[in-house]
């Protein structure tokens, strides 16, 4: 059983600052009690208790036996990359559901780094086909798209990914290119580290986050036909 998330603390942001310095098999090897005490755990706790929270807002949403199923590795494939570090610097949790095709599926993410910290919600691949089923779902009930922009206009999060350069469907509006036409989608709040960071408050602060725009994950969910 996991232990109670208490928050991360200094070292965490200490251990991510020096492996950007020291990013080696050598160096990451000496320090791995350091990366598991003050990374790895704290990040399982946070998979376990800020899951359960999110599962209200989804119950379908999959909290896997392994805490560590949901932590993306440390380690990068440098295989087909010009950056060669060996490790990353930033590390995030992802709440999915427990779908073959996931990287269709709409999810919640946290990431944490030295620097800064992250969540939000989106889809790791956003298909041509998904565009396309995005403006049917638009069309079809105005009504769930409004209450989703209006949900994104009152939250802390913004609206991300990259936008094509110039029109594809001339019949949108400006606010709908706004969502439909993008190569990526999701949505996101980034922030410095702040003392939220060192305290169990972190996850009702992100749950209640991620609740003001549950309208936002109900459109994404419904180009899933949900």
Same mark, same amino acid.
């Given at each position: 059983?996991?232990?109670?998330?208490?928050?991360?603390?200094?070292? %965490?942001?200490?251990?991510?600052?020096?492996?950007?310095?020291?990013?080696?098999?050598?160096?990451?090897?000496?320090?791995?009690?350091?990366?598991?005490?003050?990374?790895?755990?704290?990040?399982? @706790?946070?998979?376990?208790?800020?899951?359960?929270?999110?599962? !209200?807002?989804?119950?379908?949403?999959?909290?896997?036996?392994?805490?560590?199923?949901?932590?993306? =590795?440390?380690? =990068?494939?440098?295989?087909?990359?010009?950056?060669?570090?060996?490790?990353?610097?930033?590390?995030?949790?992802?709440?999915? *559901?427990?779908?073959?095709?996931?990287?269709?599926?709409? @999810?919640?993410?946290?990431?944490?780094?030295?620097? +800064?910290?992250?969540?939000? $919600?989106?889809?790791?691949?956003?298909?041509?086909?998904? +565009?396309?089923?995005?403006?049917? !779902?638009?069309?079809?009930?105005?009504?769930?798209?409004?209450?989703?922009?209006?949900?994104? $206009?009152?939250?802390?999060? %913004?609206?991300?990914?990259?936008? #094509?350069?110039?029109?594809?469907?001339?019949?949108?509006?400006?606010?709908? *290119?706004?969502?439909?036409?993008?190569?990526?989608? #999701?949505?996101?709040?980034?922030?410095?580290?702040?003392?939220?960071?060192?305290? *169990?408050?972190?996850?009702?602060?992100? #749950?209640?986050?991620?609740?003001?725009?549950?309208?936002?994950?109900?459109?994404? +969910?419904?180009?899933?036909?949900?």
């Amino acid at each position: 059983m996991e232990s109670q998330f208490n928050g991360f603390t200094e070292e %965490t942001f200490k251990f991510f600052f020096e492996l950007s310095i020291n990013n080696s098999k050598d160096w990451f090897d000496s320090h791995r009690d350091e990366y598991m005490e003050y990374v790895r755990l704290p990040l399982r @706790a946070l998979v376990v208790e800020l899951g359960a929270r999110i599962r !209200e807002i989804d119950p379908s949403i999959e909290i896997p036996g392994n805490p560590d199923k949901a932590i993306a =590795r440390i380690n =990068r494939d440098i295989r087909f990359s010009k950056d060669k570090s060996a490790y990353r610097t930033n590390l995030w949790i992802t709440f999915k *559901r427990a779908a073959p095709e996931w990287q269709t599926d709409p @999810a919640f993410y946290f990431d944490i780094g030295y620097d +800064r910290y992250s969540y939000g $919600a989106g889809y790791y691949i956003f298909t041509p086909e998904m +565009r396309e089923q995005m403006k049917s !779902e638009i069309r079809a009930d105005r009504e769930l798209f409004d209450n989703a922009v209006a949900a994104l $206009a009152a939250s802390v999060f %913004t609206l991300g990914g990259e936008r #094509y350069k110039r029109p594809i469907d001339k019949t949108l509006s400006g606010l709908e *290119r706004e969502w439909c036409e993008r190569k990526s989608l #999701y949505i996101y709040c980034e922030h410095e580290p702040e003392d939220i960071l060192f305290s *169990r408050d972190l996850i009702e602060k992100i #749950y209640s986050d991620f609740l003001a725009i549950k309208p936002v994950y109900g459109l994404f +969910r419904s180009i899933k036909g949900d």
